[in-house]
């Protein structure tokens, strides 16, 4: 039959996708502008199921983007702008070349600039899907915030960094949205609940950054561009919700005891309002002031039977959030200058605890090391010289530990000098089969308001093991009797066969043995699934050998974990066995 013969490659897949190269060409941009509006407008690179059909027949390495992806960056203002750019730094070499200085001021007063407000909006049209994305975006900007002005980022992008990861801390503060930390190697994860959705970031420690070399981090500042844009519009709507002033400012009270103190150590005024902003001592003003706030009531309807224990689990839970938020309430804290000032005030400002430090240590002090109202000194060294009766001096870690059990924890074991607990995570559930560490069990019996069994283990363990040695001298000589009496009976009877004397045969009757109905229940089951095995599809089959793997290696890494802390306990008993002989 007659008709148009196809052409290869130019039907089907092979038109769907279009390479970095020819879509770099199409958009008539320099390959690191083209991946800069790549990262603003979030278009990735895409991997074709038929890669060789793509890039027609050929199998060498190349990166494809979907072709309507660059169809919708060739009507982004943006590429207007980054051309402009290009004309501007063109321009601006030339004049610099001649010696122009009067035309390099002027170009440098029609710099070229952009937003990137729509951009935002496009990607985000709620402000929900905003909040669940600003995981990523809050890390970045904590990182970059935590940067020494180097050169390698620009001072304005630090200091820009600086100020809206000091508003998010203040709205969390304000709103007690924080729910978990983990004092991890990279850094402290740190988990809130913001409106429903929950959002997790990482801070890295306070530091000093060795820059590593391997980093691009002209892509680290693009992706930051946005975020700082995006998080910016997240801020400003978060204190809209709690009816707080955008910027945030500190209230009257606050702002004229930091300013009375504080303001004469500062040249710039920016500079030392955010200083008094991050030291999260204070609270901030109100578009509205309210004398009380006003708690949220859920609301009660009449429901079915079925919808009562979920209505009930559900305000069980509201309560046991409500009781977190006030945690600390009522105590007062006093930071000592080695401990981890910011991240300590922010968790304890969270739960509605007093924080004040050293006066010389940062801004915002609000009261002094002899305060005796003063209820937990937080100290993070062996000992101290002065010590005052009428407060506990406890180890940082129990702050994060207390916020994680959702309970004040026993001061007892993060007194000064005392070996620490295992800072266990809070992102860890575990599952049936899971191995569980003793300290999770502990912490479990704690909240339930048990006593835990562990204390009383330790102490029965150790009078007991002084009663086994006693006693096992005891038994090994009792022992080698009843063998000795053995072997004796049996040479007696040895001797009597050899002379031809006849042994004595005792008939004894018979016992009734009783049958174990569960075992022989468990025996029907074994068979019964034995059999149900047997008569699975090969499919099935497969599929059940696999989930039975997965169990026997859960089980198996368990048993593993289980032996490993029974070696490390039984190691450290040796130990304190060598001490006391000592």
Known sequence: MGGLQKKKYESGSATNYISRNKARKKLSLSLADFRRLCILKGIYPHEPKHKKKVNKGSTAQKTFYLLKDIRFLLHEPIVGKFREYKIFVRKLRKAYGKGEWGGVEKLRENKPAYKLDHIVKERYPTFIDALRDID???SMCFLFSTFARTGKCHVETIQLCRRLSVEWMNYIVASRSLRKIFLSIKGIYYQA?????????????????????????????????????????V??????????????????KGDTELRAEFEEDYAMDSESYLEKLSALSASLARVISSAEDEEAELDHFPVEEDDME?????????????RQKKLFEGLKFFLNREV?????????????????????????????????????????????????????Y???????????AKMLLPVEDYFLGVTLPPHLSPFVEEKEGDY?????????????GERPEQDEEEEEEDEEEEEEEDDDDDDDEEEEEAEAEEEAKLKNMEEKRTQGKAVSVKVTPGKAKQENRQRLEQEEKAEEKRLAIM??????????????????????????MAAKRKALDEASKSDRKKKLKK
């Not at 870690?397 to 207390?402: E, F, I, L, M």
């Not at 569980?436 to 339930?448: D, G, M, S, T, W």
Request: aromatic share 12%; net charge positive.
């Open 394 to 404: 406890v180890q940082p870690q129990w702050v994060y530990d207390s916020v994680n």
């Open 310 to 322: 979920k209505m009930e689990a559900r305000e069980k839970a509201q309560q046991e959030q409500d």
């Open 535 to 560: 008569m699975m599809k090969k499919k099935d089959k497969y599929l059940y050998d696999k989930i039975m793997f997965g169990k026997k290696r859960k089980v198996r890494e368990a048993n593993k």
């Open 235 to 252: 801020n400003f709507r978060l204190y809209q919700t709690l009816n707080l002033v955008y910027p945030p400012k500190l209230d009257g």
């Open 340 to 392: 981890p000032r910011e991240s300590l005030a922010f968790v304890l400002r969270c739960f509605g605890a007093q924080v004040s430090w050293d006066k010389s240590l940062c801004i915002g002090s609000t009261y002094d090391v002899s305060d005796e109202t003063i209820t937990h000194h937080i100290v993070d060294r062996p000992s101290l010289d002065k010590q005052y009766m009428n407060r506990y």
């Open 193 to 233: 609940e913001v409106l429903g959705q929950t959002i997790t970031w990482l801070v890295p420690y306070q530091f000093a950054h060795d820059h590593p070399t391997d980093v691009d981090y002209r892509v680290m500042a693009t992706f930051t561009e946005f975020y700082t844009t995006l998080l910016g519009f």
């Open 436 to 448: 569980v560490p003793p300290e999770r069990l502990k912490l479990l019996a704690l909240q339930k």
């Open 136 to 138: 990523d975006g809050l």
